[in-house]
T-cell receptor, first 108, second 115 residues
């Protein structure tokens, strides 16, 4: 089993749609959780940290469920510019493990 | 603006040659940097942790003698792919830790193509 598993995707959605990505992690001792965005042939960039209380940044909402070892990312009102690969990242004692990523394509 | 700069962005070389990739932290000191490799449609795989002033820590399965890492200063880590072969062609990315726990700043990445 992979340490971090994500929805395989790809997700193809129309503009304005709401889309949700899921991620599970295997190590219950994991300490920090993040969503990164990676555009084609570019480096990953931090989208948002994920907290147990849930956090929201504009159209993006992230949620962490430690009991289920599950992380989610919700994107509302999808824009064409949201098209990218979204990486779930889990960190333990300074070491970060990346999921394989979920590719989102938002179409007009 | 970028806080971690990586160079070169892309490089094409002949099989058997060595290629050096630089990773610099801008305006901050990075005692620890990380080197990753990413093949098409796959995630980032940590290759090694680069520690300033000491030997790098390599992940299982990564050849130390093939991927030489030097972290001689607080702002520069280098990865040298020695005797590169076509199977080494990949996207190599470095990162440095941010202030928040687990936060990472990535370099722009270096795309290596070995002919």
């Amino acid at each position: 089993r992979k340490e971090v598993e994500q929805d395989p995707g790809p997700f193809n959605v129309p503009e304005g749609a709401t889309v949700a990505f899921n991620c599970t992690y295997s190590n219950s001792a994991s300490q920090s959780f993040f969503w990164y965005r990676q555009d084609c042939r570019k480096e990953p960039k931090l989208l948002m940290s994920v907290y147990s209380s849930g956090n929201e940044d504009g159209r993006f909402t992230a949620q962490l469920n430690r009991a289920s070892q599950y992380i989610s990312l919700l994107i509302r009102d999808s824009k064409l510019s949201d098209s990218a690969t979204y990486l779930c990242v889990v960190t333990l004692t300074g070491k970060s493990t990346f999921g394989d990523g979920t590719t989102l394509t938002v179409k007009p | 603006g970028a806080v971690v700069s990586q160079h070169p962005s892309w490089v094409i070389c002949k099989s058997g040659t060595s290629v050096k990739i630089e990773c610099r932290s801008l305006d901050f000191q990075a005692t620890t940097m990380f080197w990753y490799r990413q093949f098409p449609k796959q995630s980032l795989m940590l290759m090694a942790t680069s520690n300033e002033g000491s030997k790098a820590t390599y992940e299982q399965g990564v050849e130390k003698d093939k991927f030489l890492i030097n972290h001689a200063s607080l702002t520069l880590s280098t990865l040298t792919v020695t005797s590169a072969h076509p199977e080494d062609s990949s996207f190599y990315i470095c990162s440095a830790r941010g202030v928040a726990p687990g936060e990472l700043f990535f370099g722009e990445g270096s795309r290596l193509t070995v002919l």
